[in-house]
């Protein structure tokens, strides 16, 4: 199958720039992160993602926009895993500008970094799965808006389970029944490897490889959510109350 580049396809001078400016950034937040264990589990993200952009980059490059939001959304990643996400100190730089605190002109009780950037990430990343189903599997109709919501849930809901499951397995529980059905979960590895394949990897290799498959692989991800949503259910239940 023929793959559609953009015309405005970002030049190359353009995207190593971004990378080398990202790189820069990244390796001086990475001199001292406040906790090391998490910085390195929020980095898998990134060790992950700049080898598919590289790969990408020569078979399906992107825009000069969407390149530009994705540096936008990976530094600040870089900064929530330098300090974690719920004690970025945003307030402080904020009323170091400009005198007045943030949180509490707008009533906030909580850090709220986690929430800003979670939801940056659909409007910085989107862009990106708008270009990749446009040239591999080209929407039409009322498809060509819902299917990018639908590509950016599934896979938002993907990240999630895979950032869950580093916590459960690296990762201490705050009580003892949290433990064993962790545990529970756990020893059920050939099920939940399962339904990551069935329902969110197969369905996103669909879309990729192959035009018209958006009905299918929308299903696809529904039954996988269905099972994983099971299996959470579960195994709380199993655990005797006394």
């Given amino acids: 199958m023929t793959t559609t580049a953009p015309a405005n396809a970002a030049p190359r001078p353009f995207v190593l720039g971004l990378l080398a400016a990202f790189a820069a950034i990244w390796t001086a937040l990475a001199l001292a992160p406040w906790y090391r264990q998490d910085w390195l589990l929020e980095n898998m993200l990134v060790f992950a993602a700049l080898p598919l952009l590289a790969w990408g ?42 005198g007045a605190s943030l949180n509490a002109l707008l009533g906030w009780e909580r850090n709220h970094y986690d929430r800003m950037v979670h939801f940056l990430y659909g409007l910085l990343v989107t862009p990106a799965a708008i270009e990749i189903l446009q040239a591999r599997a080209p929407p039409r109709g009322l498809w060509r808006w819902l299917l990018p919501v639908c590509f950016m849930m599934s896979h938002s809901v993907l990240y999630e389970m895979i950032e869950w499951l580093a916590a459960e397995v690296f990762g201490s529980h705050p009580t003892e029944d949290a433990r064993r059905a962790a545990e529970l979960i756990q020893r059920a590895p050939l099920f939940s490897s399962g339904v990551l394949a069935l329902g969110h990897l197969l369905p996103l290799g669909m879309l990729w490889a192959a035009p018209g498959m958006q009905l299918p692989a929308s299903l696809l991800v529904l039954l996988g959510l269905l099972a994983w949503e099971h299996l959470h259910v579960q195994a709380p239940q199993r655990i005797p109350l006394a």
């Fill in 57 to 98: 980059y020569r078979t399906l490059p992107f825009t000069r926009g969407t390149y530009a939001c994705l540096f936008v959304f990976l530094v600040l990643h870089a900064i929530g895993a330098h300090y974690t996400y719920s004690e970025v100190p945003y307030d402080r730089a904020f009323e170091a500008v400009t």
